[in-house]
């Protein structure tokens, strides 16, 4: 079990979450000092709309993680759902992405899997790897 990832799903995405950490370790460092975990999840998206069910799996993985972790969660996705819910494609343009409500911790965003690899969106849709800056102040403002 990795001591800073915790994973809710297919483990795809903590091992994706795992690279992060590994180039990155000022940020490792920081969620060992805090007792906090990047907590990977996946949507049931079949039943409901991508965001309500984002939502949804967002708060059930909040009530999975026990009390004393503080958690940094991140939604894995497929990209095609992800671009489809907000109505474009992959043009370049920054995704309308609603926010979302996180009853405890923090949300990071959505590492977004597709057919030429994996995208990472920051919980606002802006496109792009977090820099380890962003995550720490997430980090910060969960604490």
Request: glycine share 10%; proline share 8%.
């Amino acid at each position: 079990m990795d001591p800073l990832v915790l994973d809710l799903g297919t483990h795809v995405g903590a091992s994706l979450v795992r690279r992060y950490l590994d180039v990155h370790p000022q940020v490792t460092a920081a969620l060992a000092r805090a007792g906090a975990r990047l907590v990977t999840f996946e949507p049931e998206l079949a039943a409901q709309e991508f965001f309500a069910a984002t939502q949804d799996a967002l708060a059930a993985a909040a009530r999975s993680v026990p009390a004393d972790i503080l958690p940094l969660f991140i939604a894995v996705v497929v990209l095609p759902d992800l671009l489809a819910a907000c109505g474009r494609g992959f043009d370049g343009e920054r995704l309308p992405v609603p926010a979302l409500a996180c009853p405890r911790g923090g949300f990071l965003g959505y590492v977004a899997l597709g057919e030429g690899g994996v995208a990472f969106f920051g919980a606002d849709g802006q496109h792009g790897q977090p820099a380890p800056e962003a995550v720490l102040a997430a980090l910060e403002r969960a604490c």
